[in-house]
């Protein structure tokens, strides 16, 4: 097996696990140092770091939007490096769906997860949703 091909399923499980909410596999796909940078502007921005701080990232994302799911559209790799496209999709505020479309860039290291950088296309969609789930409250 390549190293594209090993990151690749490593990548594919991570995303399993962590969808499933199973946090301590997802503690044997990341390495120590793992972290995850929201980037600023976004209503979860930060640097979270480790299992717990993916955890609360995840917990904080599904918290400030109606996630109602992740559509997975493709993945590849190159190197160190696997990029996953993606939506998140979300209610809007009249109750359609609302797709938050990014790239998320996972790097690894000795096969397991050490970082991901998630690239939105559009940064007021993310807000959009926060406001819609906010409405309804």
């Known amino acids: 097996m390549t190293l594209e091909q090993?990151?690749?399923?490593?990548?594919t499980k991570l995303y399993e696990v962590c969808g499933a909410g199973d946090w301590d596999t997802v503690a044997t796909l990341v390495t120590e140092d793992f972290f995850v940078t929201e980037a600023p502007g976004l209503p979860f921005e930060g640097v979270f770091r480790g299992v717990d701080g993916f955890r609360a990232l995840y917990a904080k994302v599904t918290g400030v939007m109606d996630v109602t799911g992740f559509d997975m559209q493709q993945m590849t790799a190159g190197g160190d490096w696997v990029v996953v496209l993606l939506d998140i999709v979300t209610r809007d505020a009249d109750g359609s769906d609302l797709r938050i479309p990014l790239a998320e860039a996972l790097q690894f290291r000795d096969g397991l997860c050490c970082q991901i950088k998630p690239y939105y296309?559009?940064?007021a969609?993310?807000?959009r949703a926060v406001a819609a789930k906010a409405a309804k409250v």
Do not use: C, M, R
């Open 6 to 11: 090993s990151n690749l399923a490593a990548a």
């Open 121 to 123: 296309f559009d940064q």
């Open 125 to 127: 969609l993310p807000a």
